[in-house]
Protein backbone atom coordinates (compact mmCIF):
# COMPACT_ATOMS: atom_id res chain seq x y z
CA UNK A 1 0.00 0.00 0.00
CA UNK A 2 1.10 3.76 -0.03
CA UNK A 3 3.19 5.02 2.84
CA UNK A 4 5.21 8.82 2.96
CA UNK A 5 8.82 8.58 3.15
CA UNK A 6 9.54 9.15 6.59
CA UNK A 7 13.02 9.84 7.89
CA UNK A 8 15.56 9.51 9.35
CA UNK A 9 14.42 6.04 10.19
CA UNK A 10 15.77 5.89 13.16
CA UNK A 11 17.70 8.26 15.54
CA UNK A 12 19.55 7.95 18.93
CA UNK A 13 18.78 11.05 21.75
CA UNK A 14 20.71 12.56 24.37
CA UNK A 15 18.60 14.02 26.73
CA UNK A 16 18.31 18.05 26.26
CA UNK A 17 19.06 17.54 22.37
CA UNK A 18 16.58 18.86 19.70
CA UNK A 19 15.44 16.30 17.26
CA UNK A 20 14.18 17.06 13.90
CA UNK A 21 12.31 14.42 11.42
CA UNK A 22 10.48 14.92 8.16
CA UNK A 23 8.13 13.67 5.73
CA UNK A 24 7.68 13.80 1.64
CA UNK A 25 5.07 12.67 -0.68
CA UNK A 26 4.41 12.36 -4.32
CA UNK A 27 0.78 13.90 -3.38
CA UNK A 28 -0.65 16.80 -2.38
CA UNK A 29 -2.60 16.60 1.43
CA UNK A 30 -4.60 18.94 2.44
CA UNK A 31 -4.01 18.39 6.06
CA UNK A 32 -0.72 16.41 8.08
CA UNK A 33 -0.75 14.95 11.46
CA UNK A 34 1.89 13.61 13.43
CA UNK A 35 0.97 10.97 15.97
CA UNK A 36 3.77 9.17 18.35
CA UNK A 37 3.26 5.34 19.09
CA UNK A 38 4.46 3.46 22.28
CA UNK A 39 5.10 -0.14 22.53
CA UNK A 40 1.44 -2.01 22.67
CA UNK A 41 -0.75 0.70 22.10
CA UNK A 42 -2.58 3.25 19.78
CA UNK A 43 -1.33 6.02 17.24
CA UNK A 44 -1.51 9.26 19.79
CA UNK A 45 -2.07 12.56 17.79
CA UNK A 46 0.94 15.32 18.72
CA UNK A 47 -0.21 17.84 16.13
CA UNK A 48 -2.58 18.75 13.02
CA UNK A 49 -1.68 20.78 10.50
CA UNK A 50 -4.70 22.48 8.07
CA UNK A 51 -3.14 24.64 5.70
CA UNK A 52 -0.47 24.84 3.66
CA UNK A 53 2.71 26.97 5.45
CA UNK A 54 1.51 26.68 8.80
CA UNK A 55 3.95 26.45 11.70
CA UNK A 56 2.22 24.88 14.87
CA UNK A 57 3.44 24.27 18.64
CA UNK A 58 2.48 21.49 21.02
CA UNK A 59 4.84 22.48 24.06
CA UNK A 60 8.59 21.32 22.75
CA UNK A 61 6.97 20.35 19.70
CA UNK A 62 6.65 21.94 16.63
CA UNK A 63 5.55 21.01 12.85
CA UNK A 64 5.64 22.65 9.66
CA UNK A 65 3.06 22.12 6.63
CA UNK A 66 5.44 22.55 3.27
CA UNK A 67 4.14 25.38 0.80
CA UNK A 68 3.68 22.55 -1.53
CA UNK A 69 1.91 20.42 0.54
CA UNK A 70 4.00 17.32 0.10
CA UNK A 71 6.02 17.33 3.06
CA UNK A 72 6.18 17.93 6.64
CA UNK A 73 8.84 18.55 9.53
CA UNK A 74 8.57 17.39 13.19
CA UNK A 75 10.87 19.34 15.76
CA UNK A 76 11.51 18.14 19.37
CA UNK A 77 13.31 21.09 21.46
CA UNK A 78 14.88 19.73 24.57
CA UNK A 79 14.09 16.18 24.71
CA UNK A 80 13.69 13.89 27.49
CA UNK A 81 13.54 10.16 28.21
CA UNK A 82 10.20 10.27 27.32
CA UNK A 83 9.90 11.37 24.13
CA UNK A 84 11.27 7.98 23.31
CA UNK A 85 8.70 5.99 20.55
CA UNK A 86 7.77 5.21 17.26
CA UNK A 87 6.90 8.98 15.65
CA UNK A 88 4.53 8.80 12.58
CA UNK A 89 3.51 11.43 9.94
CA UNK A 90 0.18 11.15 8.50
CA UNK A 91 -1.01 12.72 5.21
CA UNK A 92 -4.83 13.03 4.98
CA UNK A 93 -6.53 12.75 1.46
CA UNK A 94 -9.55 16.16 0.43
CA UNK A 95 -12.55 14.59 2.34
CA UNK A 96 -15.80 13.57 -0.30
CA UNK A 97 -19.32 12.87 0.38
CA UNK A 98 -19.33 13.95 3.90
CA UNK A 99 -17.22 11.47 5.22
CA UNK A 100 -13.59 11.88 6.78
CA UNK A 101 -10.80 10.89 4.52
CA UNK A 102 -8.50 8.28 5.50
CA UNK A 103 -4.87 8.58 6.28
CA UNK A 104 -1.48 7.59 4.44
CA UNK A 105 1.35 6.82 6.93
CA UNK A 106 4.72 7.00 6.90
CA UNK A 107 6.91 3.99 8.39
CA UNK A 108 7.93 6.09 11.21
CA UNK A 109 10.96 7.23 12.72
CA UNK A 110 11.96 5.53 15.86
CA UNK A 111 13.89 7.60 18.81
CA UNK A 112 15.68 5.80 21.15
CA UNK A 113 17.62 6.91 24.32
CA UNK A 114 21.96 6.78 23.13
CA UNK A 115 23.44 4.55 25.24
CA UNK B 1 -15.34 10.26 28.33
CA UNK B 2 -14.32 6.79 26.87
CA UNK B 3 -12.08 6.94 24.11
CA UNK B 4 -11.71 4.54 21.14
CA UNK B 5 -11.97 0.82 22.90
CA UNK B 6 -11.02 -2.22 21.17
CA UNK B 7 -11.91 -5.49 21.53
CA UNK B 8 -10.21 -8.48 21.88
CA UNK B 9 -6.58 -6.93 22.78
CA UNK B 10 -4.79 -10.41 21.53
CA UNK B 11 -6.09 -13.56 19.93
CA UNK B 12 -4.59 -16.16 18.16
CA UNK B 13 -5.93 -17.77 15.23
CA UNK B 14 -5.18 -20.68 13.04
CA UNK B 15 -4.87 -20.44 8.31
CA UNK B 16 -8.16 -20.68 7.38
CA UNK B 17 -10.31 -19.50 10.14
CA UNK B 18 -11.91 -16.68 10.53
CA UNK B 19 -11.78 -13.36 12.83
CA UNK B 20 -14.07 -10.71 14.58
CA UNK B 21 -12.72 -7.90 15.97
CA UNK B 22 -14.87 -4.94 17.78
CA UNK B 23 -14.80 -1.46 17.97
CA UNK B 24 -16.94 1.06 20.10
CA UNK B 25 -15.79 4.85 18.63
CA UNK B 26 -15.36 7.74 21.37
CA UNK B 27 -18.43 9.71 22.62
CA UNK B 28 -19.85 11.60 20.07
CA UNK B 29 -18.17 10.20 17.14
CA UNK B 30 -19.89 8.51 14.10
CA UNK B 31 -17.15 7.80 11.74
CA UNK B 32 -14.66 4.44 12.33
CA UNK B 33 -12.22 3.34 10.24
CA UNK B 34 -9.86 0.71 10.22
CA UNK B 35 -6.59 -0.25 9.68
CA UNK B 36 -3.73 -2.94 9.98
CA UNK B 37 -0.43 -2.09 11.34
CA UNK B 38 2.39 -5.13 10.57
CA UNK B 39 5.67 -4.99 12.41
CA UNK B 40 7.83 -2.21 11.68
CA UNK B 41 5.07 -0.80 9.54
CA UNK B 42 2.75 2.58 9.70
CA UNK B 43 -0.77 1.81 9.75
CA UNK B 44 -2.61 0.90 6.39
CA UNK B 45 -6.15 2.29 5.96
CA UNK B 46 -8.39 -1.09 5.35
CA UNK B 47 -11.92 0.93 4.98
CA UNK B 48 -14.00 3.78 6.66
CA UNK B 49 -18.11 3.41 7.62
CA UNK B 50 -20.18 6.07 8.57
CA UNK B 51 -24.24 6.20 8.34
CA UNK B 52 -23.81 2.14 8.51
CA UNK B 53 -22.16 2.26 5.20
CA UNK B 54 -18.88 1.59 3.59
CA UNK B 55 -18.01 4.42 2.46
CA UNK B 56 -14.07 4.35 1.56
CA UNK B 57 -12.01 1.15 0.95
CA UNK B 58 -8.13 0.13 0.88
CA UNK B 59 -6.66 -2.04 -1.14
CA UNK B 60 -7.86 -5.30 1.11
CA UNK B 61 -9.40 -8.24 -0.44
CA UNK B 62 -13.08 -8.58 -0.02
CA UNK B 63 -12.01 -11.37 2.36
CA UNK B 64 -11.61 -8.34 4.55
CA UNK B 65 -15.42 -6.93 5.54
CA UNK B 66 -17.19 -5.27 7.95
CA UNK B 67 -20.18 -4.01 9.60
CA UNK B 68 -21.05 -0.62 11.69
CA UNK B 69 -24.60 -0.85 13.62
CA UNK B 70 -26.87 1.63 14.71
CA UNK B 71 -24.72 2.97 17.84
CA UNK B 72 -21.53 3.49 15.75
CA UNK B 73 -19.91 0.71 17.28
CA UNK B 74 -18.20 -1.69 14.59
CA UNK B 75 -17.22 -4.76 13.81
CA UNK B 76 -13.85 -5.76 11.34
CA UNK B 77 -14.58 -9.18 9.81
CA UNK B 78 -11.55 -11.26 7.95
CA UNK B 79 -12.20 -14.81 6.82
CA UNK B 80 -9.90 -17.48 5.60
CA UNK B 81 -6.94 -15.77 7.61
CA UNK B 82 -3.20 -15.58 6.31
CA UNK B 83 -0.30 -16.25 8.01
CA UNK B 84 0.34 -12.44 6.40
CA UNK B 85 -3.06 -11.10 8.10
CA UNK B 86 -0.63 -11.27 11.53
CA UNK B 87 -0.40 -7.89 12.47
CA UNK B 88 -2.00 -5.18 14.97
CA UNK B 89 -5.62 -3.85 14.00
CA UNK B 90 -6.43 0.06 14.36
CA UNK B 91 -9.51 1.35 15.09
CA UNK B 92 -9.89 5.29 14.70
CA UNK B 93 -13.12 6.81 15.15
CA UNK B 94 -13.93 10.30 13.92
CA UNK B 95 -16.76 12.92 13.01
CA UNK B 96 -17.48 13.14 9.25
CA UNK B 97 -15.68 15.69 6.93
CA UNK B 98 -11.81 16.75 7.44
CA UNK B 99 -10.93 20.43 8.46
CA UNK B 100 -9.45 21.75 11.58
CA UNK B 101 -10.86 20.58 14.77
CA UNK B 102 -11.84 16.89 13.79
CA UNK B 103 -9.82 15.16 15.16
CA UNK B 104 -8.62 11.08 14.57
CA UNK B 105 -8.43 9.36 17.38
CA UNK B 106 -7.07 5.62 17.45
CA UNK B 107 -7.59 3.05 20.13
CA UNK B 108 -4.86 0.92 21.47
CA UNK B 109 -5.56 -2.14 18.84
CA UNK B 110 -6.11 -5.46 18.67
CA UNK B 111 -3.04 -7.68 18.29
CA UNK B 112 -4.04 -10.90 15.72
CA UNK B 113 -1.15 -13.66 15.54
CA UNK B 114 -2.10 -16.24 12.70
CA UNK B 115 0.19 -19.32 13.30
Known amino acids: GQQLNQSPQSMFIQEGEDVSMNCTSS?????WLWYKQDPGEGPVLLIALYKAGELTSNGRLTAQFGITRKDSFLNISASIPSDVGIYFC???????????????FGKGTKLSVKP | DAGVTQSPTHLIKTRGQQVTLRCSPK?????VSWYQQALGQGPQFIFQYYEEEERQRGNFPDRFSGHQYPNYSSELNVNALLLGDSALYLCASSLPGGGSGNTIYFGEGSWLTVV
Open chain 1, 90 to 104: AGQLTPYGGSQGNLI
Open chain 2, 27 to 31: SGHDT
Open chain 1, 27 to 31: SIFNT
